[in-house]
């Protein structure tokens, strides 16, 4: 693809993304009253608390949906492979909307974006939703990378829950390119999709927000049909997924 037509697409890319940005926090505003009665306003008392499994999943996976959108921006400029940038680009948009309508939500709720004293995650451990699909998935035994403690995932260099890539293996994609750039950033977002999809199975067990359920739901089925192209794209390429705690080279 001409160097004007790659920059004029991602262009488009970057302006779409924008868009849905503002549209995504825009739509959920209905979402506020749903299941009220139609002529009662519903009562600011129905809002999630701040340590709610709502409003956790909202922050969380706006911060998770963040790093999956830069890693499909950096592959765009490390590959020409028009196959790997389409998923990129697909992924970016997907997750900056989700994102943005994680982050409206918290909006709406009056809640803040970050939330001092709470540790990622801690809404799927208070939950009990950690040792249920966390326990049996790569996502929490052995994602590379992954540091563990008693208490759920320990952050660590830049990745702050599971599937998050670490600062050094973002630098490591920055650094790559052509085919090398393609596969790391196929796997980093497969260990990132695994990650997400238990988060995401965590707020359909237990968020109480009927429009937040629908969306993890949502997020679990898109995810899981990436996850099956991310492996038959990596197979093309005679490499695969990482397997729990690997050396850190790429094939």
Not at 84 to 99: E, F, G, K, P
Request: hydrophobic share 40%; charged share 20%; with cysteine.
């Amino acid at each position: 693809m001409p160097e004007r037509t790659r920059r004029t697409w991602w262009a488009a890319g970057s302006a779409v993304v924008i868009a849905l940005l503002f549209a995504g926090a825009a739509s959920v505003a209905a979402a506020r009253d749903e299941g009220a009665d139609h002529h009662t306003a519903a009562p600011a008392t129905q809002s999630p608390a701040t340590d709610s499994a709502d409003a956790g999943f909202a922050r969380d996976m706006a911060v998770h949906h963040q790093q999956a959108v830069e890693m499909s921006f950096i592959v765009r400029d490390r590959t020409q492979d028009e196959d790997v940038r389409r998923l990129a680009y697909d992924i970016a948009n997907t997750q900056a909307n989700q994102r943005g309508m994680l982050l409206g939500w918290l909006d709406l709720w009056e809640l803040p974006k970050a939330a001092a004293g709470q540790e990622p995650m801690a809404w799927m451990t208070a939950g009990g939703h950690a040792g249920h699909d966390m326990a049996g998935m790569p996502g929490m035994t052995a994602m590379p990378g992954m540091a563990q403690t008693d208490g759920g995932y320990k952050a660590h260099d830049g990745s702050l829950m599971p599937g998050m890539a670490t600062r050094t293996e973002l630098d490591r994609l920055r650094g790559a390119s052509g085919r090398q750039a393609e596969i790391l950033y196929l796997q980093l977002m497969t260990d990132h999709h695994k990650g997400g999809i238990d988060m995401a199975r965590g707020c359909a067990d237990l968020c109480s927000v009927k429009a937040e359920k629908r969306l993890a739901r949502g997020m679990v089925a898109g995810q899981q049909s990436e996850l099956e192209a991310m492996a038959g794209m990596l197979a093309e390429r005679g490499a695969a997924p990482r397997p729990g705690k690997t050396s850190g080279k790429t094939s």
